[in-house]
T-cell receptor, first 115, second 115 residues
Framework: AQKVTQAQTEISVVEKEDVTLDCVYE???????LFWYKQPPSGELVFLIR??????QNEISGRYSWNFQKSTSSFNFTITASQVVDSAVYFC????????????FGKGTRLHILP | NAGVTQTPKFRVLKTGQSMTLLCAQD?????MYWYRQDPGMGLRLIHY???????AKGEVPDGYNVSRLKKQNFLLGLESAAPSQTSVYFC??????????????FGQGTRLTVV
């Protein structure tokens, strides 16, 4: 069965520091997809990135970067030079593709960026 | 383009009452999902649908029923509400791609309180 673990329940950093959010996943499939979503205090869920299991290239988007390592079943998310607006709950999620494609989420990491 | 719309946004129920939450999407997506979000528990999948007329159980299906009579709508029913069903409910939809399915698009959420 698919499973996502976000071991960090809550993190606080001072503005401008870098911070990494960890995500470890479990799946028996060789084809799968990983996601990160952001939930700001306003409550909506904002899509950040999707990565498929065949693409281990790391990705950078502005201050955000993602490190996908199949060898350790991890898909970590780093925010560089954090800002107060980055304060949110961040969710990692996994889907196994195929016809019966459901998305399973981790419990989330609440990130506080202190001014 | 409305995306995913949930009705209602807020609701207070008495224990034992029934209600239906409506999710409507205008993106012609095949997949639809219902999640509940509770503090510290992340997003847990209740039920999902891989196409019109189909439904399947997720991680926490007990106490809920769903129907997908039309492709654009996914209804979540509570037959006899219990205080344990107090939560924020999110609906999501997802398109079926040629190679990979899209990310999930979420509604704004429904805050349900059962007293």
């Amino acid at each position: 069965a698919q499973k996502v673990t976000q071991a960090q329940t809550e993190i606080s950093v001072v503005e401008k520091e870098d911070v990494t959010l960890d995500c470890v996943y479990e799946t028996r499939d060789t084809t799968y997809y990983l996601f990160w979503y952001k939930q700001p205090p306003s409550g909506e869920l904002v899509f950040l990135i999707r990565r498929n299991s065949f693409d281990e290239q790391n990705e950078i988007s502005g201050r955000y970067s993602w490190n996908f390592q199949k060898s350790t079943s991890s898909f970590n998310f780093t925010i560089t030079a954090s800002q107060v607006v980055d304060s949110a709950v961040y969710f990692c999620a996994l889907s196994e593709g195929g016809r019966d494609d459901k998305i399973i989420f981790g419990k989330g990491t609440r990130l506080h960026i202190l001014p | 383009n409305a995306g995913v719309t949930q009705t209602p946004k807020f609701r207070v129920l008495k224990t034992g009452q029934s209600m239906t939450l409506l999710c409507a999407q205008d993106m012609n997506h095949e997949y639809m999902y219902w999640y509940r979000q509770d503090p510290g528990m992340g997003l847990r999948l209740i039920h999902y649908s891989v196409g019109e007329g189909t439904t399947a159980k997720g991680e926490v299906p007990d106490g809920y029923n769903v129907s997908r009579l039309k492709k654009q709508n996914f209804l979540l029913g509570l037959e006899s509400a219990a205080p344990s069903q107090t939560s924020v409910y999110f609906c999501a939809s997802r398109g079926q791609g040629m190679v990979v399915n899209t990310e999930a698009f979420f509604g704004q959420g429904t805050r349900l309180t059962v007293v």
